[in-house]
């Protein structure tokens, strides 16, 4: 038998390693510098949080999805799975363990597509966790469909010009770099003409217009900027990989994304359920404890179900990957993923919140966070619906129409054909009466 639910022991012992330290080291983090996470590190942050990181290296659990070769362990996105969803807990977790998105994305094209002068200046620094990039895709009247991206690069001497204007490209205001998909060749198919471009944050011509935050964060003052590319020029050896691979280059990313984001999800969700659960053994109502009410009883049931048949179908898209090493040959079980961890996260913390009555609607309590963030999680790497078309692609391609006007369970023929594949016992039968 290959099945296998266990994880190996010394591999364990670094996951329960990884959740004491999250729990008493790093969560602290999120309630002393709550959104800072993408600010690049200084003072007292930088004193308190580079010697976290060392004791991670020290583990061996920096950056655990990448090779050896990039400074990690080549664990696999497997094991990086059972790993982020201790780290999906907190918002600093990732950055601690130098696993944090957009950031593991932007490096995995890089090291994939990258010259080496490119990996020297991009991609060293990225992991060693010493600065930030952007991933500047999605335009304001396009969202993510790429037919309609209007940011154009053109090719002036030995330098590239871009103009256009990109929105919610997350993390712009701290970024030292930003990773701009632009077309470059109008006059063919947009899924060829398009190129991507490695861009110092400090060229001329970047001007964020506004920086967009979530619900209830001020007005521009948030972490998701639009962008005005104005005559912004860089060299020809800006380009990543070649000229009208954008495409390519960002399914490659967009796939590991989207996974990631599922993993983190895992932990997420996980925390909701046990506050859920302290809840309901500690309050009483109506002469009896929240946990004996029936209606209680079953948002704990169905929560616990409905993770753990999410958490079971992250690990095995995880295992595939692996397995793979190949996103297009899980392509669908990515996109299966991506449908369904917005409702899971949502679905949980709202049962969450509801047990916790008015405190859980209130600033003193996550609920009203992570519910916004898994409407995020359903438009992030695109929407819940593109994916939904996806699935339903990839799996009618494994079926075959009829060959009448009759289905194949259509149950008069398979009836007449099971009759006459036993004729000779039912004609003994019916000798025999």
């Not at 063919?188 to 967009?212: C, H, Q, W």
């Not at 704990?300 to 690990?315: E, G, M, T």
């Not at 023929?413 to 016992?425: F, G």
């Amino acid at each position: 038998m290959a099945w296998d639910f266990e994880t190996e022991p010394d591999f364990q012992a670094k996951l329960d390693w990884a959740d004491t330290f999250v729990r008493d080291e790093v969560e602290p983090l999120d309630l002393v510098w709550p959104h800072q996470q993408f600010v690049p590190l200084a003072g007292a942050r930088r004193a308190a949080i580079d010697p976290l990181k060392q004791r991670v290296r020290e583990q061996g659990l920096w950056a655990t999805h990448l090779g050896p070769e990039l400074g990690g362990q080549g664990y696999g996105q497997l094991k990086l799975a059972l790993l982020n969803e201790i780290l999906g807990r907190s918002p600093w977790a990732p950055i601690v363990f130098g696993c944090q998105a957009p950031d593991t994305g932007n490096a995995e094209i890089i090291a994939h597509y990258g010259t080496e002068t490119q990996k020297q200046r991009y991609l060293q620094p990225l992991l060693d966790g010493e600065l930030f990039s952007c991933y500047s895709m999605t335009e304001p009247h396009a969202g993510a469909d790429p037919t309609l991206f209007r940011t154009r690069a053109e090719r002036d001497g030995d330098d590239w010009v871009i103009n256009g204007r990109k929105f919610f490209s997350s993390n712009a205001r701290t970024a030292s770099f930003l990773i701009v998909m632009a077309v470059t060749n109008p006059d063919v198919s947009p899924y060829k003409g398009m190129s991507m471009f490695l861009v110092p944050a400090d060229t001329p011509g970047i001007e964020i217009e506004r920086n967009i935050g979530l619900a209830g964060e001020p007005l521009n003052d948030g972490s998701h900027a639009l962008i005005h590319y104005n005559n912004v020029r860089v060299p020809a050896e800006s380009l990543l990989g070649g000229e009208g691979q954008a495409f390519v280059i960002a399914q490659t990313r967009l796939g590991g994304g989207r996974i990631h984001h599922a993993m983190r999800t895992i932990g997420l969700a996980q925390k909701a359920v046990d506050m859920m659960c302290e809840r309901a053994l500690s309050r009483e109502t109506a002469g009896s404890r929240l946990s004996d009410k029936q209606f209680v009883q079953g948002y704990i049931a169905d929560s616990y179900a409905q993770l753990k048949q999410f958490r079971l179908l992250v690990l095995h898209t995880a295992w595939e990957i692996d397995k793979y090493n190949d996103y297009k040959k899980v392509r669908k079980d990515i996109a299966a993923v991506k449908v369904v961890m917005p409702a899971v996260l949502h679905d949980i913390a709202w049962r969450a919140m509801q047990i916790h009555g008015a405190l859980g609607t209130t600033n003193e309590m996550p609920f009203f966070t992570m519910i916004h963030g898994a409407g995020v999680m359903g438009l992030a790497d695109g929407p819940t619906e593109v994916h939904k078309m996806t699935v339903a692609k990839q799996v009618l391609r494994d079926y075959r129409p009829s060959d009448d006007d009759w289905p194949t369970e259509w149950i008069p023929r398979r009836l007449a054909s099971a009759r006459a594949k036993y004729a000779d016992y039912l004609d003994n039968e019916a000798d025999s009466l």
